[in-house]
């Protein structure tokens, strides 16, 4: 006789789109809950950066990889994998508030036999849009809700009784609100969903995604600041990470100079602040340094997009243990405040990327080799003229690993550091 395995309680399921760095911190704070009776079924959306890896290293039995992605058809097909009396979907980017938020969810559960499905609360950054931040503010309350005729859930953050969604399937013909076509049709089957305030995560992107802001919202949110207790969340800190450095003396004719000063600045050894796993040096010229395991030269080629491509595959191991790269450039100015400003502003908004930047305001002519122009020749006064925003990255950008693997330092998403 086959022996039948145990039905585990909860099934965990994240979506993932590369979001490496989002889904080791979900995944750390998914391992430390009180509550131990789960499994987590990972749903990638043929992700390029190293999500696999990191999701082997996390020991994850359930790893699917599909290719199109259809929220609808991504979660019934979690719901296909699972046994579980339960099934939680969580984004890769809600991080739980703390060890009881998966115990919290179960007991509320079955407390309320009557509901077939509850959300939890979200809790927006210091990073996140001031938009995204008052609509968490506004639907994510302390006391719980119960809906019986206005329908409403969020799948970011919300758990199901397996059984109710075997039978009753999301909608795969939609690109977004399948949670809530979903709750929807519950309120017309006469089905009760709930909310609960004692399952917290936080959210960066908030329940709409707003991409622009406003001045009211901005001033909204700082009168509502001090609602929020950020001091526990420690992902936003800079020594949470680890950091791997690529310095770049390609063109420096005195590079030891730098290196040293650099390396004195940075203390790899022993920086009480920042993490430093590796330092990367781009040089052509010979250096001896000491036999540091952390150090590790590299001969440049013409091409420094190249040259950061051959980084990430020649060590392609040590991105699963490295979060971001700081790059520096020798020609560039920089101490230890630059750079822990530059750390600190990068970790404390959540930011994929940050650089140093400046404003030139005034008038100016931009010509484009191809042809065509931008014109700024009003004489105005200064509180009217345009600026340019100038990166200043050869002191100091700082981003997620995965950017050596296209090849760049900073992109449109990048944050800028005035």
Not at 62 to 74: A, D, H
Not at 149 to 175: H, M, Q
Not at 205 to 219: A, D, L, P, T
Not at 300 to 328: G, Q
Request: proline residues 2%; glycine residues 4%.
């Amino acid at each position: 006789m086959v022996k039948k395995s145990r039905k585990l309680k909860v099934s965990i399921v994240i979506r993932n789109k590369n979001e490496a760095k989002w889904l080791k911190i979900v995944l750390k704070k998914i391992s430390i809950q009180t509550f131990k009776d789960f499994e987590i079924i990972f749903i990638d959306n043929d992700s390029d950066d190293n999500s696999i890896d990191i999701a082997k290293k996390f020991k994850i039995k359930k790893i699917f990889k599909q290719k199109k992605y259809i929220p609808g058809r991504f979660l019934n097909f979690g719901v296909s994998k699972s046994y579980s009396e339960y099934i939680i979907f969580l984004s890769v980017h809600c991080i739980p508030l703390n060890k009881n938020w998966l115990k919290n969810f179960i007991n509320f559960m079955d407390n309320n036999k009557n509901i077939v499905a509850a959300y939890g609360k979200q809790i927006p950054l210091p990073g996140t849009n001031s938009k995204n931040s008052l609509d968490m503010n506004l639907l994510f309350r302390d006391k719980p809700v119960y809906h019986y005729k206005d329908p409403y859930i969020s799948n970011a953050n919300s758990i199901y009784r397996t059984n109710n969604l075997k039978k009753n399937k999301f909608n795969e013909s939609v690109g977004n609100i399948e949670d809530r076509l979903w709750a929807m049709k519950a309120c017309k089957r006469n089905e009760v969903i709930a909310y609960t305030g004692s399952s917290e995560v936080y959210h960066l992107h908030g329940v709409h995604q707003h991409e622009n802001e406003s001045e009211r919202s901005r001033s909204t949110m700082k009168l509502l600041r001090n609602n929020y207790n950020w001091t526990s969340c420690d992902f936003i800190r800079k020594n949470y990470f680890n950091y791997s450095i690529v310095l770049n003396c390609r063109g420096d004719l005195t590079p030891i100079n730098k290196i040293k000063k650099l390396l004195k600045i940075l203390n790899l050894k022993r920086n009480k602040y920042v993490n430093f796993r590796k330092i990367f040096i781009l040089s052509k010229k010979k250096i001896i340094l000491n036999n540091s395991k952390k150090l590790n030269k590299i001969q440049p080629s013409k091409n420094l997009e190249k040259d950061l491509k051959n980084i990430y595959y020649s060590f392609y191991k040590e991105w699963i243990d490295t979060d971001f790269v700081l790059y520096l450039n020798s020609k560039g100015t920089w101490s230890s405040n630059t750079i822990n400003k530059l750390l600190s502003h990068n970790s404390n908004f959540s930011n994929n990327s940050t650089c140093y930047a400046k404003k030139f305001v005034g008038n100016f002519i931009v010509n484009f080799p191809e042809g065509g122009q931008i014109e700024s020749l009003k004489l105005e006064e200064r509180e009217k003229k345009p600026y340019l925003t100038i990166l200043n990255w050869a002191n100091g950008s700082v981003f997620e690993n995965d950017y050596l693997r296209k090849g760049i330092t900073f992109d449109k998403n990048t944050k800028l550091l005035f």
